[in-house]
């Protein structure tokens, strides 16, 4: 076995020293802000999964890094840029994606765009090289005082919006057809919703980078959709794995100094795979049901 590896692993289960860490300032932080996102990832995501818009996401989490890195090298709030950037980029695929046959195409065409905007500012970005790095895999425990309340912040603003469009938005993601005859105003909740998935990407960014977002955006909802097709349900445990991913993350990552999206990524995945066993066993098909 590599050297470094061996070392890596026996230094994740030194839990004396995870317990050192976890006095400072900014491992507590890491830890508040982790169990604040990984609240919103997991109550969006399972409308995001029904709404098929996993793609959208990745999508918006790179563009973020566009908003963010313009940011950096304008000298700003690069979590402030992060968020314009991904609402921009989610509003736009909504707007020109609006037919499905249509949407994947259009994303990649901003998409790419995008990406080579990011790659050109973080080349003109003067100050260190790992900065920059760190857009692409996230640091979460950069986030500090500020980005805490940044993150605080905004999770309220979209929480708060969510109950409040919740059933009519599940209603027009699950039958877009059928809720448009009663009434329901699709197209608005739609640029609402990409809104919402924008920021939330956005913040995503922090802790798990702009490449690695859907790990906690998508692939948690992805599991509970799994093992049961009850909205409310699915939701409850679509949260419980986002926050497992994201505050186990953190706490085995201390130790080794391993960036912490590896963990993240890698816990979200094994509980994937679980619940599809899960799934596969009780013959569920994965589908979120409409409440009646």
């Avoid at 098929?52 to 973020?64: D, I, K, N, P, R």
């Avoid at 950037?85 to 195409?105: C, H, N, Q, T, W």
């Avoid at 996230?138 to 708060?160: D, M, T, W, Y």
Wanted: hydrophobic share 55%.
């Amino acid at each position: 076995m590599n050297e470094k590896l061996a070392d890596t692993f026996s230094k994740m289960f030194d839990w004396q020293a995870t317990i050192d860490l976890l006095q400072y300032d900014f491992v507590q932080q890491a830890l508040l802000a982790a169990a604040i996102l990984g609240l919103l990832a997991g109550a969006i995501g399972p409308l995001i999964i029904s709404r098929q818009m996993s793609f959208a996401v990745h999508g918006t989490s790179e563009l973020s890094l566009t908003g963010a890195s313009a940011a950096l090298l304008a000298g700003i709030s690069v979590g402030l840029g992060a968020i314009v950037g991904s609402v921009f980029a989610a509003v736009l695929f909504a707007l020109l994606g609006s037919k499905v046959r249509e949407r994947d195409s259009v994303i990649g065409v901003v998409l790419s765009f995008g990406l080579g905007l990011s790659v050109l500012f973080m080349w003109l970005y003067p100050g260190r090289t790992g900065t920059s790095f760190s857009l692409l895999v996230g640091q979460i425990v950069g986030v500090g005082n500020s980005g805490l309340q940044l993150l605080l912040v905004c999770a309220v603003l979209v929480l708060a919006v969510l109950v409040v469009v919740y059933r009519p938005l599940l209603f027009a993601s699950t039958d877009p057809d059928v809720a448009r005859a009663r009434g329901v105003p699709v197209r608005a909740l739609s640029i609402v919703f990409a809104v919402l998935v924008g920021v939330a990407a956005a913040l995503g960014v922090q802790i798990v980078g702009a490449l690695l977002v859907l790990s906690l955006l998508i692939t948690p909802a992805a599991a509970a959709a799994r093992i049961t097709s009850s909205p409310l349900k699915t939701t409850l445990f679509s949260i419980l794995f986002a926050e497992i991913a994201a505050v186990g993350g953190i706490l085995l990552s201390l130790a080794p100094g391993v960036p912490v999206s590896s963990f993240v990524t890698t816990i979200s995945f094994v509980i994937y795979l679980a619940c599809r066993a899960i799934g596969s066993r009780s013959g569920s098909t994965g589908r979120v049901a409409v409440p009646a």
